[in-house]
């Protein structure tokens, strides 16, 4: 599986996986948004077909003031190619990125307290923490955890 940086071409494919996966959907102009303001932060994982398996849609928050922060606004891998290793890697190059690009001293996101295998990602895998919860954030009324990676941990 071929992990890259997303270009224009792949917005569609990467909007169709969020549509599969995910109940959190954004117009194409927010996928738009991200690839032309932060064309470094979201990557795309292909398999040898050329289909979009897997994603990041990554930004830098433009509310920030003191520091410089990333932001995770969505990744998924479809289902048949998960527990390969994909997610791990998105994340990486996104949080390489981040750091070494636009000068990140952490990344937050944001995940609904019972998805237990992203959780899993972001704690086990990446070493974020839960820095906050936040209440009814989902539509659907589900409590959202904030969760903070900084950057001197390892990337
Ligand atoms: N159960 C428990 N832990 C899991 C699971 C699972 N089902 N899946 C992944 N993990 C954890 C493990 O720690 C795993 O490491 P290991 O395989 O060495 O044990 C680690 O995550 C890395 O796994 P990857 O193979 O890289 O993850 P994958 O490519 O399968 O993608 C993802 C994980 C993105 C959460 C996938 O399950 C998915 O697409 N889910 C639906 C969409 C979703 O929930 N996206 C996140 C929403 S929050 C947001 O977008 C900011």
Known sequence: MDIRQATVDDLLGMQNANIL???????????LYHALTWPELSYVAVSPKGEIVGYILAKMDEEAVD???GHVTSISVLRPYRRLGLANKLMRQSQKSMATLYNAAHITLHVRKSNRAAISLYRDSLGFEVTGVEKGYYADGEDAYQMTLKFEKEV
């Open 21 to 31: 996966n995910l109940p959190e959907n954004y117009t194409f102009k927010y996928y």
């Open 67 to 69: 520091t410089p922060s």
